[in-house]
């Protein structure tokens, strides 16, 4: 199983950005997806999930301004992140049962 995360860079607050995670090595369709974020010295913690039929569900610091979507022809889970806020910023990973990508930095800053 590979996960590869892309999209992180350097937002103003207000901006957006959106993460990609491309997979591999299983079958995409049949498994739920998950987006899990790390700051600087807190634990990670659960950002948004989406099961293989599309449910989806959001830590209620994210709701109404993050979206978890899948392209399973493509084998990628996204993250479009609005309204960005300077607590937004930390490391964000993609998760598959207990693989995890390397993480993309998303920092918030104007």
């Known amino acids: 199983v590979q996960l590869v995360e892309s999209g992180g860079g350097l937002v103003q607050p207000g901006g957006s950005l959106r993460l990609s995670c491309t997979a591999s090595g299983f079958t995409f369709s049949t498994y739920g997806m998950s987006w899990h974020r790390q700051a600087p010295g807190k634990e990670r913690e659960l950002v948004a999930a989406i099961s293989s039929t599309g449910t989806k569900t959001y830590a209620d610091s994210v709701k109404g301004r993050f979206t978890i979507s899948r392209d399973n022809a493509k084998n990628t889970v996204y993250l479009q992140m609005n309204s960005l806020k300077a607590e937004d910023t930390a490391v964000y990973y993609c998760?598959?049962?207990?693989?995890w990508g390397q993480g993309t930095q998303v920092t918030v800053s104007s």
């Open positions: 998760k598959n049962r207990g693989y």
